[in-house]
């Protein structure tokens, strides 16, 4: 089938595959890349910084060794927190601000201790411009001895590692999966019929025999709905899900599903999905535009004669306790050439 509609769809699928899974590697070797400082600081750190190296900063993004140990002359507590509330109203401290005496300097201190000492662990960064404008400023507010006191700097002692350690996880993850995908990818190029889009096809006969067949009757000609959905003489095609195929013969049951999608209570938009079921107890499931997929349900009324269309409670019933009987009762219809139509919704 090296030449044949099932093998072209096979390959665009490992190719996407292929594909996904380099974009993944990509991702997680961009996210390398970009985390180097990051990843030097967390596995080589924490650096000593002496206090004149310290008071002489003026630009600490300039420092590659950012995560650093800082020892000062004295502490105190500047009184200012970081607090959060809740939607209950409840308000948590999450961080305290301490000034660190160095020399004639203070360090603004951030951290998730109420209590500090003069030897600290943490990363030396900018200060954004809202502790800034709300803890520096104010502070030389109240007291105006203190403007120009505070370094170009401060120290956020938090858990410089937590951050490092989800990444890691995250990428670790990534890194694994995309592997796999691209190892998955070559193998199934190497081996069409492994793909699980072909195995789920054996339920209809031999993997080459219902090819075969589809390709047959894919090039003797096929009536198209949407972009990716195609009736032949025996068979119906879609890719809009990978690729799925159920012949005529075999359909039992299909209906229309529509899902309202809510977000906060608030509809959203609605999807719509033809299910049809068939004699082996397998659903297929096709998406598409509303007017697309009541055309695929009328097209399978006129292909599959015998067919039970629409849905109810008593007809899922059915279907979950005796399968066998719903089956036979749609082939003697069959035999007969009368459809057969349940309840819609």
């Known amino acids: 089938m090296s030449n044949s509609f099932i093998a072209s769809v096979i390959r665009r699928l490992n190719l996407n595959l292929l594909l996904v899974s380099l ?19 967390a596995v080589f750190g924490p650096f000593p910084l002496d206090r004149a190296e310290l008071l002489a900063t003026t630009n600490e993004t300039s420092r590659f060794e950012y995560y650093v140990v800082v020892e000062g002359d004295d ?26 005496l ?31 404008d709300e803890v520096i400023a104010e502070l030389e507010r109240e007291m105006p001895d203190l403007k120009g006191a505070f370094l170009p700097a401060m120290l956020d002692a938090g858990n410089f590692l937590a ?28 081996a069409p019929h492994a793909h699980p889009a072909l ?15 589809i390709d047959s009757d894919m090039a003797m000609g096929r009536q198209q709905v949407g972009k990716k ?27 229309k599903q529509v899902t309202q999608h809510r977000t906060n209570g608030i509809p959203t938009g ?27 349900l009328e097209m399978i009324f006129t292909s599959a004669p015998g067919v039970v269309a629409g849905y109810s409670d008593e007809l899922v019933k059915l279907w979950n306790q005796d399968r066998a009987k719903f089956v036979n009762a749609v082939d003697e ?13």
Request: glycine fraction near 12%; hydrophobic fraction near 40%; charged fraction near 15%.
């Open 23 to 41: 974009a993944g590697l990509l991702l997680v070797f961009i996210g390398l890349i970009a985390g180097t400082r990051y990843l030097y600081n």
């Open 75 to 100: 502490h105190a507590d500047t009184g200012y927190t970081y607090v959060s509330t809740s939607d209950s109203g409840t308000e948590t401290i999450e961080a305290y601000y301490h000034a660190l």
């Open 102 to 132: 160095v020399d004639d300097r203070l360090l603004l201190v951030k951290t998730d201790q109420s209590e500090i000492g003069n030897l600290i662990t943490g990363a030396l960064i900018n200060i954004p411009s809202d502790v800034q």
């Open 163 to 190: 951050s490092g350690y989800f990444g890691l996880g995250v990428g670790a993850l990534v890194g694994l999966l995309s592997l796999g995908g691209v190892g998955l990818a070559l193998y199934r190029f190497a």
């Open 199 to 213: 195995k789920k096809l054996a339920r209809f006969g031999s993997i080459d025999a219902v090819t075969g067949e």
């Open 229 to 255: 959905n195609f009736f032949t003489r025996r068979w119906l095609v879609s890719t809009v899900n990978g690729l799925q195929a159920v012949p005529y013969r075999d359909m039992i049951w299909c209906y």
């Open 270 to 296: 609605k999807t719509f999905a033809a299910n049809i079921y068939d004699r082996f107890g397998k659903t297929t499931i096709i998406t598409g535009k509303e007017a697309d997929v009541h055309q695929i």
């Open 333 to 345: 219809r069959r035999r007969a050439q009368t459809p057969t139509f349940g309840s819609t919704q």
